[in-house]
């Protein structure tokens, strides 16, 4: 009887093919697209919806991106090409649905994060960073400075350099980026530990005191601290709110304005190194959102800790409310202007500040990594002109893709730092953002039916519950979730749209919408005159 | 009886190609090729080289009536006919070659390179000539033709099953200049530069530069040429690919500060013929992941990709009319 074997398989000389980005770095990058030092949560939450619970809200939002987050692995694994979403939706709903769709509600709006991480860097990061020196040093100048930063003015000249930096860094080499990333990521985690280290090491009472000298250094005041909270109390807050349970639910859709971003590297997945390889988009997608939602769990309890209910209400106040009186050199009581406040020392103030000026310029920079994927690969399927998806010979990038979209956010920063009703009138940011990953969320459910031969390729395949294709069973749930909180931006006072008067806002989303069919349906014409049709970019061809 | 249909003349309906390459012995990625004539409504299908696959699967007959392989690290035991058939599809549509063996044939292959070399060029030729059979089947009674070459990793040996006879529909166009239509010819060429994985068909830039010299010589009017050159122009953006380390095997990223270096790894004398003959158009692959399109002055150059082995047909349709291209369109089917 012949003895078994366990054969190896036989090679020849061929060439092979190899991918970039590690899936590590992919982790990385979506922690960092999260903003875990940038969450509006603990500013907009506690007053916006009095009663609710931060952790726990954060613990629902979490628990409503995870199918969202698991739907996209089986999506990254099945189609792990750049443009992410847009792909996905394009090869399920075919190409005007998934054109229209990412480029309205994700290129066009993306802009507005542009404008925002000009405004972080300014505001959050610059401003507080100088003026807490200024302050801890004694140097008038450096306060001068911050108090710059934070000024019309100062915000729009940071944000144009901010996003012209970011644009020389990603168009003199993906890598070139990938290397500062590692410098970000510590600088950031290292920010956030001494954030941490700050609040869980005090308690209310000394938290406010310290509140109350930083507060004289900086605007003169005296008793910042009581007078913030008697003027909050003015306009509305309830220091002693009984647990409201919708209202904690409602914190959902604010901490997912952070924690949807877990699924962002799938725009760039054609430069992913394995991005085929279930576990990795599993450890990327899912892994980046257990660890950063774990973050802010751990933020909110440690502010908790640190400030108290009333601290936290205090700082909400200021954003939500606009009590004037609840800001410090005119910046809201982010966690990280607390933290400072608290710091009392020059090396842990430039330890926090290094980290939110890392995290606004990352910001900036995963705008125009995602944007220009995108513009690239529509460019690619003839949905965008060709001249979008030229590669720079030497530097091997889509340098016009990158001019293109800095040009484009110039005027969006001046009339975000300048229009008194802009950011009324583009309350639609969360709403459009949501819209697109809840969609792709219905895009997975439906693969294994709208895409049947690229399903049935990919690894995903194996996994089923009860006879039918787990992601279905994840994309349905994650559909449901993500529509909740989305529809939530619709129609609840609290939150995005729904916060405005009038209809202009909604109207200015519909707006973008048509924008994109016009763009697709203007493209498609123009190819069909060529004599070749736009369709053929999705349809898949059956091999029979 | 015309044997072309009376296209691509200024004034007349555009010429419509169908362009993909690099499919690396994928069978419904092939078989997705020729369904593209009537898909996409083509008139000629254009292949880029790389018809061959690169991995060779020993499926192990074991006492008692079950097989054994080893596919992506994994090693499958298959006991029934039914897994058997449903993991030689998967193989099919990997572009992996495969067969069956006792264990004494399998040890008799193990450490033989030379041995196993002969066993892929059998099965790669009896696939070809089994694609070139299909391909006479599925275009009988249209206008269109399939044009086939090689590529850098095709041997002359399989080749030649493309010139074992005169074909209908099936055009053996390697290292030759045939008619696409009334006023187009497609020009092909399918050696690469050298790469770190020492393929079959490499030549140096310069020698690429004499081919290509040599058959442009022949074209009566250059800017009438498609040019169907596997290896893309240098340093056009359709050449991007991470620089690998060819002293160690398999060849490993070259590795700087950290990050890998990328550089363009195309031919010098395809860009010289590009920008100094101004063709109709070029066509490329080689470079999987450099999905794009240069221009050399008036003249697109495109590389579609390739992602056969999830049996997506990555392609481009080019529409060309009196030396032109007036449309184009990249596909993923």
Known sequence: MAEAVAPQVFTRRASGLVRVMSPYSAFIYNVLTMGVIFPWTYIWAPTAFQGSNLTLGIIFAFVFELPIALAYAWLATALPRSGGDYVFQSRVFGGGFGFTVVFAFFVVWILQWVALSGWLLAVLGLAPTFIGLGVTTGIDALTSFGTWCASSGGIITISILNALLSLALLVSGFRNYVRLQYVMWYGILASFAVMLILFFTTNPSAAQGELDGFASAVDGVSNFFATAKAAAADAGVNFDPPFWFFGTLMVAPIAWTSLQWCTYSVEQGGEIKNAHVFRNQVFILAGSLVLTAGLLVLLALAMQKGIGSDGILVASSGYWYGVGEATIGGTFLMPNLIAIALAGSPILIAIIGFGYILNSFQIVCNCYIGTTRIMVAQSLDGLLPEWFSRIHPRWKTPVNAHLAYFLASIPVIVAYNTVDAWVRWTLGVTFANGAVMTLSALAAALLPYRAKAIYEASPGARYTLGGVPLVTVLGTIGFLTGGFMVGSFLFVEGLGLAYSIDALPYWIVVGTAVVGLLVYWTMRTIKAQQGVKVEYAFAEIPPE | ?333
Request: net charge negative; aromatic share 8%; charged share 30%.
């Open chain 2, 1 to 333: 009886m015309r044997l072309l249909r009376r296209k691509g003349k200024a004034g007349t309906e555009p010429t419509r190609i169908f362009y993909a390459s690099d499919i690396h012995g994928s069978e419904p990625t092939y078989r997705k090729f020729l369904n593209a004539a009537r898909f996409y409504e083509v008139d000629a299908l254009v292949f880029g080289g790389d018809l061959m696959g690169k991995l060779l699967i020993p499926v192990v007959r074991d006492a008692g009536g079950t097989w054994r392989a080893s596919l992506q690290g994994r090693q499958h035991h298959l006991e029934t006919p039914e897994q058997l058939r449903e993991f030689t599809r998967n193989l099919d549509t990997l572009g992996f070659y495969w067969k069956e063996m006792d264990p004494e044939e399998y040890r008799s292959y193990e450490g033989d390179q030379e041995r196993i070399d002969a066993l892929f060029d059998e099965l790669a030729r009896d696939r070809l000539r089994e694609w070139v059979a299909l391909a006479e089947e599925r275009l009988a009674g249209s206008h269109v033709k399939v044009y086939l070459c090689g590529g850098n990793d095709d041997t002359d040996a399989v080749l030649g099953a493309l010139d074992e006879e005169r074909f209908e529909r099936v055009v053996s166009c390697e290292e030759r200049i045939v008619p696409l239509d009334d006023e187009h010819v497609l020009v092909t060429v399918g050696y690469s530069t050298p790469t770190p994985w020492l393929t079959p068909r490499e030549r140096s830039d310069e020698e690429i530069g004499k081919i290509i010299e040599g058959l442009m010589r022949e074209v009566p009017d250059p800017s009438r040429a498609v040019l169907n050159f596997h290896c893309p122009p240098l340093d056009s953006g359709l050449d991007t690919c991470m620089k690998l380390d060819a002293s160690v095997w398999p060849p490993a990223p070259v590795i700087e500060n950290g990050q890998p270096v990328y550089y363009g790894a195309g031919s010098e004398s395809v860009r010289r013929a590009l920008h100094d003959y101004q063709p109709t158009v070029g066509l490329h692959g080689h470079i999987h992941e450099s999905r794009g399109v240069a221009r050399y002055g008036r003249t697109p150059a495109f590389n579609p990709g390739s992602e056969y082995g999830e049996g997506v047909l990555r392609g481009l349709i080019v529409a060309i009319r009196g030396g032109e291209v007036v449309g184009s369109q990249f596909t993923s089917g």
